[in-house]
């Protein structure tokens, strides 16, 4: 059936969400009177959903696949849609969803929400965009609309000092790895003379005496990536960001930003700048990005470690999280055989990471509406007060550190034994390690939620609230987290053929 | 399809369990986990298998369903029964019943979150049986400890929460490195072995289809293999010297509690052993016999000894678990048909016995609510019943003919005597293991009569009556299979024996 829709229409899911976005804009200008939260949220849940279906159909049906004649190219191959960039589209507009619903009982007490969901749905048509990007221009701009949306968002609260200061943090880190990264975008375009990314490749070949010029723009690129993604060295904005920042907006920096940041990385470099061509010009980016994702997943565990503030810990958790997503990218190698099977675990790690890593956020936005404090002690018994919302973060945080009856153990182990079947033990052996450390910090949460008791009897008296809209969103993150892990085939067959095909 | 049935009836039951109201959680999940019990019989009933499950033999009620594939080999719903793991999964459905009838005194907040934890342990126990593909089992082995961590640390005794984290952190840890040594085997394997089926990966490795992986080179790798998943389990089991979390989750756990930890969670450790070390790679196991059966024997003493010196009931009846074991790992590493088989038939009298010690003392403690030996005398004059059955228990832990727990010993020791052909003076082993029976019976005597017997004493402030019929009931169950299964060993013995000859024919004795 999607064979005879036009061509067009392939870009029907990031329609979806733009036009989601106006449509809120519009209620709030021409009719305020009806601009209620609630009516705000249902509509910009609506349309993540909606996009998420086209999403899921358009997979399903092989849009873009090359049983169905090969990836869509549209506009004068500036866009170019495949099974990736519908993977991660899905990705983008299941914590799009999540993060809207959440967001509506976090705000309930807010003036005026309406910005809010707009904001969301504008940086999530951002990173769709960015999912098709098949030019470097393109790349760019859909950077930078994910990014400005997302600097206001931090800084939602206007009146508290930790959102405001975590957005300015966050929108300077950004403004300087988005000016490195557009330099890199124009020495690359002044050695290969293209910016379609299979014209750039092509560029590379054939790259000769500016390998130099094509070389830093190259390195300059990673850092606009690890920007991004929160990965070492561009990562120090996260932790104050995803602390100061509203908790639903952490839950959505934190998950959908750095899975977008991952996108472009998955496809520019490899579409771009093939390992092959790379290196016979003298630019190993394989193993800056092996160097890079060891020591984001080092630090990140490490940082978290120490951490008293349960939000500051996911916030290093998830710099680790980058760290063994960008194994994707730093265990491939020139023809290497398991090359898709690498990159299709990191894919799907991110896609159930989305889930957990959302879902263990949203917990916390829960924590921050019912106003039980920060802190590890702060939570300790709250198992006795709200058994179920604390059961589903358990899986969350079990999920996280990658315990078997959870589907992180999959994404995780998937991931490992990838890089291991194309040579990377080294890498392998870190992540490992790293897990086996996470499982500490982890741990503790559980530990404090159900084992140990409140400070005082009055502690818990807080937890007055059952908020439908947070518990909905936390509890379906917890189950997708579960059936995740029986339902992993087809998740990790769709990543590894979208993998493939950029190979 | 019965398999998925029971498995997937008890993960239901635990669900209702957790949603029902605490007043009757605990009737609502005793009726429920009959059901298991009930279909572990009729598995019984309709059991047709021959031979060992792993080395190619028929196995009971196989369910295949391909799930995923990864790295080329592909990873399935598979599972099955043979003659090793159907007594286990009886022993589990049928303890379990019996656990949750034995909660209801001491069990008084949150229980229906009590039950359905306890129930979702029982499904997943049946998975580690039942499961044929390493990694369904693996997912099922490593799901027992999360509710074993709650029922530990949210209902145990004050130092609960140091006691959960041990027991949570040790067996984290071992299983990590034993699935690090299994995995190095598969890679090994190579393209020998295109699925994570243990009856597919066994039998490669018996035609020595192991290779060179990164330089190592094949015997190296299975010896590797063999150590991290030997130490892996042997922290499950536990044996000296990896097992100090033991007696603090014992002792801290709540009677239920220590009756599942005892009775089916060392089993695992136990099972495991034979299923991946003695059976997948025999040859391994028999070059390491000595150091083997000198961690068997030292377990046995040295547990015992332990045993001797404590002044808490339940610490002494933990500590024996120890010793207890260790006959287990002298029973498979002498690779004779009376030894791998008594040593799997002493894993299913040890969980009768031990769970029947387990639940007497926590009747005792009921009443008493203390554990300490210096603190009481006389018991068997207020709660005789209880007490009797508590000395009948003591008696089958000792060994005593016509009782389960002799004829497992007694096979683990006829099968061990005269095996000097896998290990190397073996009688002398032998021996030296018999030896642990005695201190058993001087640990186990001198207690008794210390706490039951004489004068009563015991400083309360209430009446001390004999105990409620729902404590006692259970109690009485457990010690008719005792005495059942020590009068007619056959009805397990059989057909374990007929799925431990291929693991004892699969070593080359000789060599």
């Not at chain 1, 169905?68 to 549209?74: D, P, Q």
């Not at chain 2, 509690?257 to 790679?281: D, E, P």
Request: aromatic fraction near 12%.
């Amino acid at each position: 059936m999607v064979d005879q829709l036009p061509q067009w229409a392939a870009l029907a899911p990031v329609l979806a969400l733009a036009a989601t976005g106006l449509l809120l804009l519009l209620i709030d200008a021409i009719k305020p009177s009806s601009r209620s939260n609630t009516s705000m949220a249902v509509t910009s849940a609506l349309g993540a959903l909606v996009s998420l279906a086209l999403t899921v159909w358009f997979v399903v049906a092989g849009t873009g696949h090359e049983d169905t004649g090969g990836a869509i190219y549209l506009l004068a191959d500036a866009i170019k849609v495949d099974t990736m960039a519908l993977f991660f589209t899905a990705i983008f507009a299941s914590v799009t969803a999540l993060v809207v619903v959440a967001a509506h009982d976090y705000f309930h007490d807010h003036e005026s929400p309406a910005e809010f969901y707009s904001l969301v749905l504008f940086s999530a048509t951002g990173m769709a965009l960015l999912a098709v990007a098949n030019s470097l221009a393109v790349v760019f701009v859909a950077l930078e609309m994910v990014s400005l949306p997302s600097y206001a968002l931090v800084g939602f609260l206007k009146k508290n000092r930790g959102s405001v200061e975590a957005s300015l943090k966050y929108f300077l880190v950004g403004a300087v790895s988005s000016a490195i990264f557009v330099f890199g975008i124009s020495l690359v375009y002044a050695a290969t003379g293209s910016l379609i990314l299979s014209d750039v490749a092509e560029g590379i070949e054939s790259v000769d005496g500016l390998a130099g010029v094509a070389g830093v723009g190259i390195v300059m690129m990673i850092g606009g990536v690890a920007f991004k993604t929160a990965s070492v060295p561009f990562h120090f904005w996260a932790p104050e960001a995803y602390e100061g920042a509203p908790a639903p907006v952490s839950a959505y920096l934190s998950s959908a930003s750095k899975a977008a940041g991952f996108v472009v990385a998955f496809r520019v470099f490899t579409e771009a700048f093939p390992v092959g061509a790379s290196l016979s010009a003298g630019i190993d980016w394989v193993l800056a990005f092996g160097i890079l994702a060891v020591v984001t997943m080092t630090l990140g565990n490490f940082a978290a470690v120490v951490q008293t503030n349960v939000k500051r810990m996911l916030a290093y958790s998830s710099v680790g999280h980058a760290g063994y997503a960008l194994i994707g990218l730093a265990a491939i190698s020139a023809g290497g055989s398991g090359n898709d099977a690498v990159m299709g675990a990191a894919m799907a790690h991110l896609l159930v990471y989305g889930f957990m890593n959302t879902g263990a956020f949203l917990f916390v936005a829960m924590a921050e509406r019912w106003g039980v404090g920060r802190t590890f002690e702060d939570y300790a018994g709250l198992a006795k007060r709200a058994p179920i919302a604390c059961v589903a973060m358990a899986v969350f945080m079990f999920s996280l550190a990658g315990l078997p009856p959870f589907a992180g153990f999959f994404s995780k182990y998937f991931l490992f034994m990838g890089a291991i079947d194309n040579g990377f033990v080294w890498l392998a052996a870190v992540g490992a390690i790293n897990s086996v450390i996470s499982l500490y910090y982890y741990s503790r949460v559980v530990k404090a939620m159900f084992l140990d008791d409140p400070s005082s009897p009055s502690a818990l008296d807080a937890v007055d609230v059952r908020p439908t809209g947070l518990y909905g969103a936390v509890i379906f993150a917890a189950v997708a987290t579960v059936l995740l892990l029986p339902g992993f085939g087809p998740v990790i067959e769709t990543a590894e053929a979208a993998a493939a095909a950029l190979f | 399809m019965i398999i998925e049935a029971l498995i997937g009836f008890t993960f239901v039951a635990a669900l209702l369990v957790l949603l029902a109201p605490n007043e009757w959680a605990g009737r609502l999940a005793f009726a429920l986990s009959l059901v298991p019990f009930v279909g572990s019989l009729y598995l019984w009933s309709g059991f047709e298998a021959g031979g060992n499950a792993l080395t190619g033999g028929t196995i009971a009620f196989e369910s295949q369903i391909e799930w995923l594939e990864i790295g080329g080999r592909s990873v399935s719903w598979f599972v099955g029964l043979d003659g090793i793991s159907l007594p286990l999964v009886v022993l589990t459905t049928f303890l379990v019943p019996l656990a949750i009838v034995s909660a209801w005194t001491p069990i008084d907040t949150r229980q229906s979150q009590f039950y359905g934890l306890m129930l979702f342990m029982e499904a997943n126990l049946l998975g580690v049986f039942m499961a044929l593909d390493f990694f369904l089992w693996f997912i099922f082995w490593e799901a027992v400890l999360v509710p074993m961590y709650f029922l530990i640390g949210v209902w145990g005794g004050p130092r609960r929460k140091y006691a959960a984290i041990k027991f949570f952190v040790y067996t984290n840890a071992a299983s990590l490195v034993m699935f690090i040594g299994f995995m190095a085997l598969v890679f090994g394997l190579g393209d020998s072995v295109s699925s994570f089926g243990l009856p597919e990966i066994t039998q490669a490795l018996a035609a020595g289809e192991l290779g060179m992986w990164f330089g190592i080179p094949p015997e190296t790798l299975a010896m590797a293999a063999f150590l991290a998943m030997f130490f892996g389990f042997a922290v499950k089991v536990p044996v000296v010297p990896v097992h100090t979390w033991l007696p603090d989750a014992h002792v801290e756990a709540p009677t239920p509690v220590s009756v599942m930890l005892a009775g089916v969670l060392l089993k695992m450790g136990t099972y495991a052993l034979l299923r991946f070390n003695f059976t997948m790679l025999p040859d391994q196991a028999s070059m390491l016999a000595i150091p083997i059966a000198v961690i068997a024997v030292l377990s046995v003493i040295y547990g015992a000894m332990l045993a001797l010196a404590q002044k808490d009931l339940k610490r002494i009846v933990a500590y024996s678990s120890v010793s207890s074991m260790g006959y287990v790992i002298l029973g498979l590493v002498v690779f004779t048909e009376y030894g791998v088989g008594g040593a799997t038939f002493q894993m299913v009298a040890h969980g009768l016995i031990s769970g029947l010690m387990f639940m007497a003392v926590g009747v005792v403690y009921n009443a008493t609510h203390t554990r300490m030996i210096d603190d009481m005398a006389g018991m068997a004059d207020r709660m005789p019943i209880a007490v009797g059955i508590l000395v009948a228990g003591a008696f089958a832990y000792m060994g005593l003919p016509l009782m389960a727990g002799f004829a497992g010993e007694f096979f683990i020791f006829v099968g061990a005597f005269g095996a000097d052909a896998a290990l190397p003076y073996a009688p002398v082993f032998t021996a030296l293991a018999m030896f642990g029976i005695v201190i058993v019976a001087g640990y186990l005597l001198s207690a008794m009569q210390k706490t039951l017997f004489g004068p009563f004493r015991l400083e309360t402030d209430y009446e001390v009556g004999p105990a409620p019929f729902h404590d006692i009931a259970p109690l009485g169950v457990l010690l008719a299979a005792i005495i059942v299964l020590g009068v007619a060993p056959d009805l397990f013995f059989e057909m374990i024996r007929d799925a431990a000859l291929p693991v004892v024919e699969g070593v080359s004795v000789d060599g």
